[in-house]
């Protein structure tokens, strides 16, 4: 086989298909969609401040600080810079469920 024979069986493997992007896009949606929720929450740097806010609308400002099976505790500070990020207000032990959305917070 020469160079030509080569680079014409090869050809249409380097061009990408349509349905292969295709795919591979439905491939990653779905595995998002399984990825568990406590799975992201462990993404978070430690010591990065966070905001938990529950499904009945409370809101708590924070580092988390650990994960379990299906909680995740929250250490609340007062502000997020400064000597105030390092003082843990109250400790809090949410149950995931409870839990509506994490915000990261600006600069964090």
């Known amino acids: 086989m020469d160079d030509d024979e080569f680079w014409e069986l ?3 493997l380097t061009t ?14 779905a595995a998002e969609r399984h990825r568990p ?3 992201e929450v462990r993404r978070v740097q430690p ?5 938990v806010v529950l499904l009945d609308g409370t809101a708590w400002h924070g580092r988390i600080t650990g994960v379990g099976a299906d909680w995740i505790r929250l250490d609340e500070v007062s502000d997020a810079v400064g000597a105030a990020r390092a003082r ?7 149950r995931e469920a409870a839990v509506a959305r994490i915000v990261r917070e600006p600069g964090s």
């Open 47 to 51: 010591g990065e401040v966070v905001s």
């Open 88 to 94: 843990t207000a109250r400790v809090h032990q949410i």
């Open 10 to 12: 090869t050809a249409d």
């Open 16 to 29: 990408p298909r349509a349905e292969d992007d295709a795919a591979a896009a439905h491939a990653v949606v």
């Open 37 to 39: 929720f406590l799975d």
